[in-house]
């Protein structure tokens, strides 16, 4: 069972399309990160969310947190074939860190 | 500041060898956390250590092993490989203190057992 359940688990959009992310718990986080990981190397941590209902924007990238800091979500405008890569979703709840299931972008040039 | 690294980048091994794998944590960073990633199972936790101490440990057998030096560099053993541990092996670290707790990661080891 998995904590962080994220959807879709595979995106495919031409590029200029919108579009959104979820990372979604039955459990309360202190913190979530958002990451991107390209094949074959780490993932790269893009944003901390620490706050209920905190919004952070980098550049055509949204993150939410919600309210109850059991949920986020990733909103990309825009897209462009650059953000292809696997986009997860992470937390720490109590003394252990935990990753999402993952959702697979690709841009279509 | 130089990031996390990990040696080697690549490695085959038999069914049956054991293997170390080696971590050194962006300077300044005490904890350094180790994941195993497959396509089957994504991304998961295998154990962190603080100080040269294991603080956390997830749901791995005892062939997956680990230990921390002094300098905080970090390595991580399997015995008796299976094919099954043929994984994309990531470690990560991060400064302890605050909430955030951002983990930063190096490329991976990428095991394949034959």
């Known amino acids: 069972t998995q904590l962080l359940e994220q959807s879709p688990q595979f995106l495919s959009i031409q590029e200029g399309e919108n579009l959104t992310v979820y990372c979604n718990s039955s459990?309360?986080?202190?913190?979530l990160q958002w990451y991107r990981q390209e094949p074959g190397e780490g993932p790269v941590l893009l944003v901390t969310v620490v706050t209920g209902g905190e919004v952070k924007k980098l550049k055509r990238l949204t993150f939410q947190f919600g309210d109850a800091r059991k949920d986020s979500s990733l909103h990309i405008t825009a897209a462009q074939p650059g953000d292809t890569g696997l986009y997860l979703c992470a937390g720490n709840s109590g003394n252990q860190f935990y990753f999402g299931t993952g959702t697979s972008l690709t841009v279509i040039p | 500041k130089a990031g996390v690294t990990q040696t080697p980048r690549y490695l085959i091994k038999t069914r049956g060898q054991q293997v170390t794998l080696s971590c050194s944590p962006i300077s300044g960073h005490r904890s350094v956390s180790w994941y195993q990633q497959t396509p089957g199972q994504g991304l998961q936790f295998l154990f962190e250590?603080?100080?040269?101490?294991?603080?956390n440990k997830g749901n791995f057998p005892g062939r997956f092993s680990g230990r921390q030096f002094s300098n905080s560099r970090s390595e991580m053993n399997v015995s008796t490989l299976e094919l099954g541990d043929s994984a994309l092996y990531l470690c990560?670290?991060?400064?302890?203190?605050?909430?955030?707790?951002?983990?930063?990661f190096g490329p991976g080891t990428r095991l394949t057992v034959t």
């Open positions: 459990s309360v986080f202190s913190s």
């Open positions: 990560a670290s991060s400064l302890v203190g605050g909430h955030s707790y951002e983990q930063y």
């Open positions: 250590y603080f100080s040269e101490t294991q603080r």
